[in-house]
């Protein structure tokens, strides 16, 4: 006897009756928002874990930018390209001995610095990070982040916490509104002492001064002169690896065997 020949046969088709777990108008509906926001965290991290990722480097910059875009988008590009590669050789994305990889390659998983930065770790046969978000206008996941390592997200408060929570280190390229919104999102967690004391690199000096006049926030009395202490400027992807040393990054090093990074 089939469900619809049943004498409960309503009773069965009600909403009502299926399993909550596999309900998706419920689990999708505005009750669940918390559920869901567990949900984002939870599978994230799960994975993670898996993969022995404890600590990342995060590396924002424009989706606009391309390597073969007007100048000085080429050398942006490159760049964060070369930083990614450095970075997973010397920093520890590689599985240790002790099943833990450090300073992995963490980015927004979009095309641009993210694409660059996550194809710098592919070019090394290292893993690295993508955390994309649901756009209205469909984002696509670059081919350069470990799929097993490729998230999607709804909630940018949730995104923001996985880019944030792991992170040793910050490194910030040339970008728009979504950079501007998490560098001061990361300057303002290091100025109240929210988040430990991860050192921030903003690449191109002079893109970033002729954006943001920092003297003029001191003089109006909005940050302390103090706070510019937070960041460091480079122009080579080998400035920037040694500004990270330099505030206190811990490299790990690549181990003494060919790594094999499709092995979680």
């Given at each position: 006897?089939?469900?619809?020949?049943?004498?409960?046969?309503?009773?069965?088709?009600?909403?009502?009756?299926?399993?909550?777990?596999?309900?998706?108008?419920?689990?999708?509906?505005?009750?669940?928002?918390?559920?869901?926001?567990?949900?984002?965290?939870?599978?994230?991290?799960?994975?993670?874990?898996?993969?022995?990722?404890?600590?990342?480097?995060?590396?924002?910059?424009?989706?606009?930018?391309?390597?073969?875009?007007?100048?000085?988008?080429?050398?942006w590009y490159?760049?964060?390209?070369?930083?990614?590669?450095?970075?997973?050789?010397?920093?520890g994305?590689?599985?240790?001995?002790?099943?833990?990889?450090?300073n992995v390659?963490?980015?927004?998983?979009?095309?641009?610095?993210?694409?660059?930065?996550?194809?710098?770790?592919?070019?090394?046969g290292?893993?690295?990070?993508?955390?994309?978000i649901?756009?209205?206008?469909?984002?696509?996941?670059?081919?350069?982040?470990?799929?097993?390592?490729?998230?999607?997200?709804?909630?940018?408060?949730?995104r923001?916490?996985?880019?944030?929570?792991?992170?040793?280190?910050?490194?910030?390229?040339?970008?728009?509104?979504?950079?501007?919104?998490?560098?001061?999102?990361?300057?303002?967690?290091?100025?109240?002492?929210?988040?430990?004391?991860?050192?921030?690199?903003?690449?191109?000096?002079?893109?970033?001064?002729?954006?943001?006049?920092?003297?003029?926030?001191?003089?109006?009395?909005?940050?302390?002169?103090?706070?510019?202490?937070?960041f460091?400027?480079?122009?080579?992807?080998?400035?920037?690896?040694?500004?990270?040393?330099?505030?206190?990054?811990?490299?790990?090093g690549?181990?003494d065997w060919?790594p094999?990074?499709?092995?979680?």
């Open positions: 006897m089939d469900d619809q020949s049943h004498p409960s046969a309503r009773q069965l088709a009600s909403p009502t009756y299926r399993l909550a777990s596999l309900d998706h108008d419920f689990i999708l509906g505005h009750s669940m928002r918390g559920v869901r926001f567990l949900l984002e965290f939870a599978k994230a991290d799960e994975a993670l874990r898996a993969w022995g990722v404890r600590s990342t480097i995060v590396v924002f910059g424009s989706a606009r930018i391309r390597e073969d875009g007007p100048d000085p988008h080429p050398r490159a760049a964060a390209r070369a930083f990614g590669a450095l970075a997973s050789k010397e920093g994305a590689y599985l240790s001995a002790s099943h833990e990889r450090h390659i963490c980015t927004g998983g979009g095309p641009g610095i993210m694409e660059a930065a996550n194809r710098g770790a592919f070019d090394v290292a893993p690295s990070i993508g955390l994309n649901t756009l209205p206008h469909e984002q696509f996941p670059n081919s350069y982040s470990t799929p097993e390592l490729t998230f999607r997200f709804h909630y940018f408060a949730m923001k916490m996985h880019l944030a929570m792991r992170a040793y280190a910050l490194v910030v390229f040339p970008g728009g509104f979504g950079t501007l919104d998490e560098l001061f999102e990361l300057l303002t967690l290091r100025q109240t002492d929210k988040s430990p004391p991860i050192p921030i690199v903003l690449f191109d000096e002079a893109y970033w001064r002729s954006i943001i006049n920092f003297e003029a926030l001191i003089e109006h009395g909005m940050i302390a002169r103090s706070d510019l202490e937070y460091r400027f480079a122009e080579t992807a080998e400035q920037v690896w040694q500004c990270l040393l330099d505030a206190g990054l811990k490299p790990h690549a181990p060919d094999d990074p499709s092995d979680p």
